[in-house]
């Protein structure tokens, strides 16, 4: 009975070394690199050998994988080999003889159950749950400890880690993304998480979930298309009625920004900012700035930075040609992460909705673009590069220039043309193919 206290210490002990190999391997898959890199510019010890354990995450699941295997085989181990001893009162009062056959079967089932309950708690949940909870600190305490075992073991790991790589080369899996990196879509759900907890409102996480879809928004997704423009038409930059002219289309659009071309529309001299009028009479300063442009098909989040380069509000979109397209300001860019603003153009939308609810269906614009048919109706049309409106997929989908009542079916969908202007389609109805009676 001397040895019985020894082998149970020994078996509690392999226990808790069990929950210390899993504790650290749910730490280091929950913590983010994004965070450890954190840490490690703020110099907190630890942080570097996380990070290159994250680096070379097979090799630590092998390191960790031969601690709990080794582990767990020992404490079987002892506790088959006490486990009779252990159970031998307990099978006496029952009246059966420890050491028989059926004693010791007794015996080991006895002893597996009580092991794999201890385990269970201890070596595993427990270590788990605070490692979801701590993953930072537990990850960076343990690094050093874990990168400094993997070396010892690293011949039994780097045999470990080829054989898994070749075993899945063998089923064709492909290799994982990094530790620690996040997808748009995984982003976007520790945003919500944040708002339920209440560590940011409502209105950041919409900002944090439209910002994160820039990567995806093109330029023609959300500008101003080429006939909707309000620009200053000049002959040249020197033309000597230029304030005249600037001053005029402020009347009729007060409009900040305008871009100045010849009045054909084909060429852009430049952008003017009423505010430039000002200082052109106190200082003689530049009237026209010098436009920039963005090529179609450019999204979002390569376009900003060019905007803030040359500090500019507005760019020229153009086609593969160089024709003018559109028109992007930074009301358009930062409506995709703080929502409409009123302007002429919400004004606008808002009346065709109007007219559209006094009948029971909307009404838009055919030059709605879109991603603006998308968010107002959540009705997703095809994409390409051909068009960007809801007038060029209709002419994609007619194949000709329709009429007024022609109409166009998709999915549950169908758009009818209410209204042209000249070959434009100027007004499209939205109904929906189930409220349309069945010909009779």
Known sequence: MSSLPLALTVIVFLILV??????????????????????????????????????????????????????????????????VELFAPV?????????STGGRVLSVVGITICIAYVS?????????????????????????????????????????????????????????????????????????ELVETGQIPETVHDIIVQASRLAKTRVEDIMVPRHRIVR??????EDPNIRKKILATYEKQPFTNFPVTDPRGEQVFGVVNVKDLLLEARVGARLLRP?????????????????????????????????????????????????????DRSIRVASLLERGRSRGEPFVEGTISLHELRELFSIALPQTTDYSTLAGFLLQEAGKIPS????????????????????????????????IPEPS
Request: aromatic share 8%; hydrophobic share 45%.
């Open 232 to 237: 200053v038409e000049i002959d040249s930059p």
């Open 291 to 343: 436009a920039t442009f963005a090529a179609r098909g450019v999204t979002l989040d390569r376009l900003l930075p060019t905007m803030q380069k040359h500090q500019t509000q507005m760019s020229v979109v153009v086609d593969e040609h160089g024709t003018i397209d559109g028109l992007i300001t930074l009301e358009d860019i930062l409506e995709e992460f703080v929502g409409e603003i009123e302007s």
């Open 18 to 83: 069990n929950g210390f190999f899993a504790c650290m391997e749910i730490a280091l898959v929950t913590v983010s690199s994004a965070r450890l890199r954190r840490m490690e510019h703020e110099n907190k010890p630890g942080a570097a050998a996380a990070l290159f354990l994250q680096k070379h995450i097979d090799e630590f699941f092998a390191t960790v994988q031969i601690g709990i295997t080794l582990v767990g085989t020992l404490s079987a181990a002892i506790g088959g080999d006490s486990a």
């Open 120 to 192: 269970l708690v201890f070596g595993e949940l427990v270590p788990k749950s605070l490692a979801r909870r701590y993953p930072g600190t537990i990850s960076t305490s343990l690094a050093a400890f874990f990168k400094a075992f993997s070396k010892v073991a690293s011949p039994a790991v780097t045999i470990l880690s080829a054989s898994t790589r070749v075993v899945l080369k063998v089923m064709r899996i492909p290799e994982s993304r990094k530790a620690g990196m996040l997808t748009t879509e995984e982003f976007r759900v520790m945003a919500s």
């Open 91 to 99: 099978l006496e009062y029952a009246g059966i003889a420890p050491y």
């Open 404 to 435: 007024v009542g022609d109409y166009v079916d998709y999915k549950q969908w169908r758009f009818e043309v209410v209204e042209m202007k000249g070959n434009r389609i100027k007004t499209v109805r939205i109904i929906s193919r189930e409220d």
